[in-house]
């Protein structure tokens, strides 16, 4: 460009960059005026949206919501730790208790149902096997009624005793039994003499 520059000719001197000078003076003035006009709308929009942010309440305090949650998350946690399925889980999953996912919970409870409906039916399965063997036959044996004998004998509240009076020496010195009762201390044969 030309500006600040003087051309000479037949008229005399003059500024050659004035025509360019001109219209970026013009530009210029328009750019500030826009820039203004943009500048007065945003700070109207800046005091509108002031003016609402005053009339609106403050903001509710979290605080009691939030250690209200903490509690109701921390009461989970627990249930969880103490539930012993949600453990099984943790368990099979190899992670803690808090940190396990809904959807593993739930793959291990689809599995261990699986698992109990198994060893259900092989359990009946069997019980239905040893129904439905033969009895072994013959009579039963001596040892077997022997016993059945004790144990019948020791089931029975009163029992006779039959002790009879016992005399030891020992060391020339005569040592004599004699049979009591042991919650009343009489003697059980009284025809018993020394």
């Given at each position: 460009?030309?500006?600040?520059?003087?051309?000479?000719?037949?008229?005399?001197s003059w500024n050659c960059g004035a025509a360019v000078q001109a219209e970026a003076v013009r530009a210029n003035a328009a750019a500030q005026k826009a820039h203004a006009d943009e500048l007065r709308d945003a700070s109207a929009l800046v005091k509108d949206a002031e003016a609402r942010l005053a009339t609106v309440e403050p903001a509710p305090d979290m605080s009691a919501s939030d250690r209200d949650?903490?509690?109701a998350r921390r009461r989970?946690?627990?249930?969880?730790a103490m539930n012993p399925?949600?453990?099984?889980a943790a368990a099979w999953q190899r992670t803690p208790v808090e940190s396990l996912s809904l959807e593993q919970f739930?793959?291990?409870?689809?599995?261990a149902v699986v698992a109990l409906s198994v060893a259900t039916a092989l359990t009946t399965a069997l019980a239905a096997i040893i129904s439905a063997l033969p009895e072994r036959g013959g009579k039963p044996s001596k040892l077997s009624?022997?016993?059945?004998?004790?144990?019948?004998?020791?089931?029975?509240?009163?029992?006779r005793?039959?002790?009879t009076v016992r005399i030891e020496y020992r060391d020339r010195v005569r040592i004599l039994y004699?049979?009591?009762?042991p919650a009343t201390g009489k003697v059980l044969d009284p025809d018993a003499k020394p």
């Open positions: 460009m030309c500006e600040g520059r003087t051309c000479a000719g037949r008229r005399g949650v903490a509690e989970v946690a627990d249930a969880r399925m949600f453990r099984v739930e793959s291990v409870k689809h599995w009624l022997a016993l059945r004998r004790m144990i019948a004998a020791r089931r029975k509240t009163l029992r005793l039959k002790e004699v049979p009591c009762d």
